[in-house]
């Protein structure tokens, strides 16, 4: 199918998300990685011999050499690089939120993740991303993949139509100390999807109200997304109550990821 003639909004109502392909120059991702790398430089030796791909995951590792609070102040650095705001204004993205009818777009939000090969500490369980400070329902997740991805380097698996369900109760997961579903059987009437397979330039359009968790990665290879998130302000008629259109504590723990690996351990 043509993504010039996609219905984006039909589709992700239907079944919570959609793989654009081809959606971004190549170039552009390099432009992030080659910033991530600047932000690294500092603290390890780059060979220039090395792919740009090699490059960033060596620089990664081997910072990560200096402790979790290096790893941390790293991951603070790269989500809000200006590169990965600056993708929010290429002519692709901006027709899905068009299509989308988000008519006055808040950006709510940048991250990147590294799912490094064989590493389960930093997996996300089945959850809905009801922790962002939304001031809409009417909200959407765009991933970008920095890297190619096959079956082995994982990705995201989404419950199909999932999102349909609304805000639902979560719990801290007593095995991974994450955010989880409270009761994972809600599930049961929605087909898992596992989206591994994607180019660099792809994007991956979701309901963050769909539930949703990391695929493990298996192969050699760290697995690199950047990640955006855009609601819309002008579809707010609870602005007269309160900024969110629920109460986000009622439904979830609202501790970080980081706080609450950190809680764990």
Wanted: glycine content about 4%; aromatic content about 10%.
């Amino acid at each position: 199918m043509n993504n010039k003639s996609i219905n984006y909004k039909k589709i992700i109502d239907k079944q919570s998300f959609y793989h654009y392909k081809k959606a971004i120059n190549p170039k552009k991702i390099d432009e992030i990685k080659k910033k991530m790398i600047l932000i690294m430089k500092q603290f390890t030796k780059i060979d220039s011999g090395l792919s740009l791909d090699q490059q960033l995951d060596h620089a990664f590792k081997n910072s990560c050499k200096y402790g979790t609070k290096l790893r941390s102040n790293i991951y603070k650095a790269i989500s809000n690089l200006q590169e990965i705001y600056s993708l929010y204004n290429n002519k692709n993205v901006k027709k899905i939120i068009s299509n989308l009818g988000i008519k006055s777009a808040r950006q709510q939000g940048t991250a990147l993740f590294a799912m490094e090969p064989n590493e389960n500490k930093f997996l996300t369980d089945v959850h809905q991303d009801i922790r962002n400070n939304f001031c809409s329902m009417k909200a959407i997740n765009l991933w970008f993949p920095l890297s190619k991805g096959d079956v082995k380097s994982g990705g995201l698996g989404i419950f199909s139509g999932s999102h349909k369900l609304g805000p639902h109760k979560h719990k801290i997961s007593s095995k991974t100390g994450y955010i989880t579903i409270d009761k994972k059987e809600t599930l049961s009437k929605f087909p898992l999807k596992k989206i591994n397979k994607f180019e660099i330039g792809d994007i991956i359009i979701f309901s963050p109200f769909s539930f949703h968790f990391s695929l493990k990665n298996t192969s050699k290879n760290i697995r690199w997304t950047a990640a955006m998130c855009i609601d819309d302000a002008a579809n707010t008629p609870h602005f007269r109550d309160q900024f969110n259109p629920y109460e986000r504590s009622k439904y979830v723990e609202m501790l970080s990821n980081e706080s609450l690996h950190n809680k764990k351990n």
